[in-house]
C-alpha cells in the first residue's frame, strides 16, 4: 500500500511491521471479545514523526490508533477499523526533572511505575496508580484518564497533568500548558485530551505535577459479616472527616477465589473485607489508621489487624493484589467492569450487582476502590458459549442501569472504549452526546483518530431492570 | 424590541430591566478603558429561563454576557457587543451539601465567602479563594476558573469541581459530572466549561467537591533586603518538600504604599516581604512554620515573625490584604494584571517588571502568589491621559512577553476577556488559537455566548524588548 511506504520514508522501514505475526499480536488489547488485524504497526521516534504520520493518515484515510501496553479494558486500543497501530516504545524518556518547579517532562512511553520509582527515589511522588501500573505507560494513562487506588485522596491523572505536547487530526502540533499551577489563558484544552482516549490527537509530551512523598504510612485491615457493616465504615470514616489513601473492599466471593489461589488463612465467614491504608505525616498516620480500625469495631468488624512491618502491610495487601488474578482463574473468560458510584451508594450497589448475577444466572464478584464508589464487579464466564455471553451482557446493561439509577457512572477509570460506547448516552443524554460528536467532528472531520471509539454505532436501549 | 418582550414572558417584566440607570450599572465591569451599553439587564430564576433566553437570543442573534459580581479584571463581564446582560441574583441559592459525598450543589449566584463559611460551620472546606471572593460569585470563579491564595496548595476552582448544568447556544441543557471521584464516561466537558468565560453556554446549577476542613492554621512573615533572597527562600522551601497553604509576596513599592495607608509599622529599608501560612495537622503545622521561618533567615531574613493568636495572623496579614486599595488611592487608574511564571522565575520576572516600568517610565508594583508564581504587577496611571496609556499599554505587553520567555502565560488567574485576547497567541500560538476557534465555531457557529471575549479581531504583534 502506497501510504505505508510513505510512513516507512518518515521513521525508516525497521519501525514498521506488517508482518502476519505483528498485526496479529496488536490485533487486540486486554479486553476479551474485541480483535481485528490492523494493517500496520508503527513506531515512531519523535513528535515531528507523528505529525508527518498523521499527514499521510488523514491523506489515505487510514485510522491511527495510538497504544501503549494494551492493558485497555475497553477495547480502546484494539484496531477495531484496521490502519495503523502507534507503538510509543522508541519514545519512552524521562526528558526532564524539574525540582524547584515540582514537575516532570516525560514521552508517552515511559512506564508508569517506573515513573513512580524514578520520582521517589528522590523524595517526590506521582500519585495516580492504576492496577496496571507495572506495565502501563503514561501516554496510555493519560489518554485514559486512569485512575487507581489513591483517587480518592491523590485524585486521578488529570489533576497532575500540567501540559501536553499533541498532534492534532489536522496535522497541527499544539503545546498546551506549563510549569505553572495557575494558567487560564484560553481554553483548557489539555483537560479536553486528557481521557479523550486518542478520538482528538496524539499526546506525545507530557508535563506531570508532582508532590513531596509522604513521609510515613501505615496499613490496616477489617473483615466484616454483613456488606451494610463495610458500607457503614466507609461512611464513618468519611463523616469523621478522615480522608485514607486507600480504602480497598472485596466480596465473600473474591475473598473465596483469593483464599483458594494463595492460601492466606482470610476468614471463611467474612462477607465484606476492606484494606484501610493512611500516609502522611507520622502522627497524623497513627491516630487516622486506629480512628479508622475504632470505627471498624464499633460497625462490626469481626477481626481487625494493624501491620507493624512492612513485611505486614504486604501480607495484608497480598490478597487484594491478588483479587483479579485469582478470580480469573475459575473461568476461561474474565470481564472486568468499573461501574462508580456515590460513596454513600456502596453498599446499595453492591447488593444490586449480587442480585443482577443471580437472576441472570452468571458468576460475578466484586472488589474495589470503597473510598471512591469505583467498583469493579468481575464476571467469570466462557466466551465461547453464546447463550450464556447473552446473559453475560444482559447483567452487565443491568449493572450499569443500576449504577446510573444511583448517581453513578458507566465507567469510574478503564474508558468507554468500543466496549462500553453503547451504554454512554445512558449516563451523558444525547445532549452529552450530541455535544460530543460537535467536538469530534469539528476537530477530526474525516475520522482518522481512534474510529469506532467511544462513539457508538447505536445506543443500546435501557433495560428495565425489576428493582428489589 | 421584539426579543426584549420575548424575554419578558418567559422571566416575567419585572425581571427584565432596560432604564438607562440599570443599562448604565450594568455597562461596565472592574476593569478600567472596557464600557458599552446592553440593550436589556436579564435576571432569570431558572436553567429552563435561562433555556428560553438562549432561544430567543439565537433566534435574533442576541449577544448573550452572564455575569455574576462583576469583579471581572478583563473586561470578560463587559458588553462589549450589547445584547443581554444575564444575572444570578435570582438564582443564588446552596441546594444541596452531602456529607457523605463530601459535596455541595449550588445555583451560580452563590457568593463565594457565603459557600466558604457555609461549608466551614460543618467543619468542611471549599479551598479557592479569590481576593474578590466576598463578593464574587462561585458562577464567576466557576467560568473563569478562579484562583486564590491557596492555589500552590490546594488547587484551583477546577479542581474542585465536580459538575455543572448548562444550556448550550443550540438550546439544549446538559448535566455533566456527578457526585463522582472518577468518571471516564466521554470527553470531560465540565473542564471544557470552567474557565471558557462564557463563551460556550450558561452555567447554571454547580456540584463542588469539599475536603475536611484543616485543623490548625499558622501564620508567620518575613521581611528581605532584597528580591534575590526572598525569592530563594521560596525555592529552598519548596526543595524542602514543604507545600504551604499560602506563601504571599510584596515588593518594596507595594510596602510604600501600605504603609502609607495604613501606618502598620513595616520596615522602611526592606526589598521584599514573604507571608508564609501553614494549615492541617497541628504538629505537622508548628514543624513546617518553624521550618520556613529558619529558611528565611538563612536566606537573609532581617525580621521574621510568627502569629501566636489569631488576632496577631491579622495583623499579619493585613498589610498583604491592603496591597491592593492602598495602591489603589495613589493615582485615578489602578491596572491589576496575573502574568505567573513557573515558581523558580520569580525573582527574574519581579527584575523584569522593575525594568520595564522604568524603562517605559510608569509606576508599577508588584504582589502576589509567590508559591505558584502568579504575580499581580499593578500599574498606577490615569486613563484620562491618552499619552501616557501608551506606555502603560506598551508596558504590559513587554511583561506579557517577559513572563512567556520565562516559561510563563499572560494570565494565571484573571481570564482572558476582551482586554488580554489579543495577547493569546503569544502564549498557545496559532495553532491553539485554531483549536480553540475550531471549538467555538462548532458549538457556538452563530457567536451569541459573550462574543468579543477570548477571540481577539487581531493579535497584537509580539513586542522586541532589550534584554537586560
Redesign the interface.
Known amino acids: 500500500m502506497e501510504w505505508i511506504e510513505s510512513i516507512k520514508k518518515v521513521v525508516g522501514s525497521e519501525h514498521v511491521r506488517t508482518s502476519s505475526a505483528h498485526l496479529l499480536t496488536y490485533s487486540y488489547d486486554a479486553t476479551a471479545g474485541f480483535q481485528a488485524m490492523p494493517d500496520a504497526v508503527v513506531s515512531p521516534g519523535s513528535t515531528e514523526d507523528i505529525r508527518q504520520i498523521m499527514e499521510i493518515c488523514r491523506d489515505h484515510q487510514v485510522p491511527l490508533v495510538p497504544r501503549g501496553s494494551g492493558t485497555n479494558l475497553a477495547a480502546g486500543t484494539a484496531p477495531t477499523s484496521g490502519g495503523v497501530v502507534l507503538l510509543f516504545n522508541r519514545m519512552n524518556q524521562i526528558l526532564e526533572l ?5 514537575c516532570i517532562r516525560v514521552q508517552p512511553g515511559v512506564l508508569t511505575l517506573d515513573l513512580c520509582n524514578f520520582v521517589e527515589e528522590r ?2 511522588f506521582y500519585p495516580p496508580d492504576p492496577s496496571s501500573m507495572k506495565i502501563s505507560t503514561i501516554g496510555g494513562n493519560v489518554s ?2 486512569s ?1 487507581g487506588l489513591r ?2 485522596k491523590y ?2 491523572t ?2 497532575y497533568v500540567l501540559g501536553l505536547t499533541a498532534v ?1 487530526p ?1 496535522g ?5 500548558g ?12 489539555k ?2 485530551l ?3 482516549e486518542g478520538t ?1 490527537g496524539v499526546v506525545t509530551e507530557i508535563l506531570l505535577k508532582l ?3 509522604p513521609e510515613h504510612q501505615r496499613t490496616g485491615i477489617a473483615y466484616f459479616q454483613s456488606l451494610e457493616e463495610s458500607a457503614a465504615t466507609v ?1 464513618e470514616i ?2 469523621e ?3 485514607p489513601a486507600t480504602l480497598e473492599f472485596m466480596d465473600r466471593g473474591t475473598m473465596d477465589a483469593v483464599e483458594r489461589f494463595m492460601n492466606l488463612g482470610l476468614p471463611k465467614d467474612a462477607e465484606a473485607m476492606l484494606l484501610i491504608e493512611q500516609d ?2 507520622a ?2 498516620v497513627e491516630r487516622d489508621l486506629a480512628a479508622m480500625i475504632d470505627i471498624s469495631v464499633r460497625n462490626g468488624a469481626v477481626i481487625t489487624a494493624v501491620a507493624e512491618t512492612e513485611e505486614e502491610a504486604g501480607q495484608l495487601k497480598a490478597g487484594r493484589r491478588a483479587a483479579l488474578s485469582a478470580l480469573a482463574r475459575k473461568r476461561p473468560t474474565t470481564i472486568l467492569e468499573d461501574a ?5 451508594e456502596i453498599a446499595n450497589m453492591v447488593r444490586k450487582i449480587r442480585e443482577i448475577a443471580e437472576r441472570n444466572q452468571v458468576e460475578i464478584h466484586t472488589f474495589g ?1 470503597a ?4 467498583l469493579h464487579p468481575t464476571c467469570l464466564t466462557d466466551i465461547r458459549n453464546g447463550e450464556e455471553m447473552v446473559r453475560v451482557e444482559r447483567a452487565f446493561a443491568e449493572i450499569f442501569e443500576a449504577a446510573i439509577d444511583l ?10 472504549g468500543e466496549m ?1 460506547s453503547p451504554y ?1 448516552q445512558w ?3 444525547d ?6 460528536k ?2 469530534k ?3 477530526d472531520p474525516l475520522n482518522i483518530c481512534n474510529p469506532g471509539k ?1 462513539f457508538a454505532k447505536a445506543n443500546k436501549p435501557r433495560v428495565v431492570v425489576a428493582h428489589g
Not at 473510598?371 to 469505583?374: E, F, R, T
Open positions: 524539574d525540582e524547584d518547579n515540582l523524595g517526590l485514559e484518564n485512575g483517587g480518592l485524585g486521578v488529570k489533576d492534532l489536522n497541527q502540533v499544539i503545546k498546551t506549563g510549569k505553572l499551577a495557575k494558567d487560564v489563558a484560553g481554553y483548557d484544552l483537560a479536553l486528557v481521557g479523550a482528538l508532590i513531596p512523598k461512611s468519611i463523616s472527616r478522615i480522608i502522611g505525616e502522627g497524623q462508580t458510584v456515590p460513596r454513600s476502590h473510598g471512591d464508589g469505583n448517581g453513578g457512572t458507566i465507567t469510574g477509570e478503564h474508558g468507554v462500553k454512554l449516563k451523558i443524554g445532549e452529552g452526546i450530541d455535544l460530543m460537535t467536538i467532528q469539528a476537530i467511544m
